[in-house]
């Protein structure tokens, strides 16, 4: 019983999970905005992301761009230098954000994309998407309450 209990548990393991389609990852990314300015919106996102640590790059209200990043290294970075050297070890992470806003009529609609950057000793960086749909959620549900904060203060734009 015991054997069959754990080939159970080790054929789950090795499960495949389904692949995220594009349509799906494009709607866990994206929302729409009304009642409200594009300008306000596009504040709304750079004061979020302000405020979880992210570091503005690059902004450019007209096109509808914001970019941003927090740069993180690993503790282990001088132990790695003396015990690793000639190899290519990680060295750090930054995640990096992209938002794209588009006034369609009275909508602004908003695409939101987070990626994992690794860097190495030698050189190089290797990015992954993150798509975890509750933390598209987080983001959208503070900048939904920054919008309202800043239409009630009158800085809706």
Not at 123 to 140: A, C, H, R
Request: charged share 25%; glycine share 8%.
């Amino acid at each position: 019983m015991k054997k069959i209990l754990a080939l159970s548990f080790l054929l789950a393991a090795c499960a495949v999970t389904p692949a995220i389609s594009p349509q799906q990852i494009r709607a866990m990314q994206m929302r729409t905005f009304e009642d409200t300015s594009y300008e306000n919106v596009f504040r709304a996102f750079k004061s979020v992301l302000q405020d979880e640590g992210y570091v503005i790059k690059n902004q450019d209200m007209v096109g509808g761009l914001i970019v941003g990043s927090i740069q993180r290294t690993d503790g282990m970075s001088n132990f790695n230098m003396v015990f690793n050297a000639g190899k290519n070890y990680r060295t750090g992470e930054s995640y990096e954000v992209s938002v794209n806003l588009e006034k369609i009529g009275k909508t602004i609609e908003t695409r939101t994309t987070i990626q994992r950057m690794e860097s190495y000793s030698m050189g190089g960086s290797q990015g992954n998407p993150i798509l975890d749909p509750e933390t598209y959620k987080n983001i959208y549900e503070k900048v939904s309450i920054e919008v309202k904060r800043r239409q009630a203060q009158g800085k809706a734009g």
